[in-house]
Nanobody
Framework: QVQLVESGGGLVQAGGSLRLSCEAS????????MGWFRQAPGKEREFAAA????????DYPDSVKGRFTISRDNAKNTLYLQMKSLRPEDTAVYFC?????????????????WGQGTQVTVSS
C-alpha cells in the first residue's frame, strides 16, 4: 500500500507564498507521475499541477500557470508545490496524488493513490 502525506499548508496573506510537500512511503511506484489537486468548500476537486515520471514534463491549468511550480525529488520520494502570488481564490484543501504510467495527467480518475490533504487559506 502507498501512503502520501502532505504538509506545508497554512494561512497566508494575498500575494504571499507557500511551499507544499508530499512524502510518499510504503510500496511506492518507481518514479511515478504525480500531481496536485485542490478542493474548495462546495466545489469539485480540480487539477492544480502535474509532473511526469521523470519531471521532464509538467502541466498546469491557466489559473495557476506562472504562479505555481511543481517539482520532485525522487531520491527522497517527495513531491513539492511552490506557490507564489497567492490569491484568495487559491484557498482550498490541497491533495497530492500518484499514478501509474508516464504522465503528466490532469484527471482525478487517472490517479490511483491520494493523500489526506493540507489546508491552504489565503486572506485578502
Amino acid at each position: 500500500q502507498v501512503q502520501l502525506v502532505e504538509s506545508g499548508g497554512g494561512l497566508v496573506q494575498a500575494g504571499g507564498s507557500l511551499r507544499l510537500s508530499c512524502e510518499a512511503s510504503g510500496r511506492t511506484i518507481n518514479n511515478p507521475p504525480m500531481g496536485w489537486f485542490r478542493q474548495a468548500p462546495g466545489k469539485e476537486r480540480e487539477f492544480a499541477a502535474a509532473t511526469s515520471w521523470d519531471a521532464g514534463n509538467t502541466d498546469y491549468p491557466d489559473s495557476v500557470k506562472g504562479r505555481f511550480t511543481i517539482s520532485r525529488d525522487n531520491a527522497k520520494n517527495t513531491l513539492y508545490l511552490q506557490m507564489k502570488s497567492l490569491r484568495p481564490e487559491d484557498t482550498a484543501v490541497y491533495f497530492c496524488a500518484m499514478a501509474y504510467g508516464l504522465g503528466p495527467f490532469r484527471e482525478t480518475r487517472q490517479y490511483d493513490y491520494w493523500g489526506q490533504g493540507t489546508q491552504v487559506t489565503v486572506s485578502s
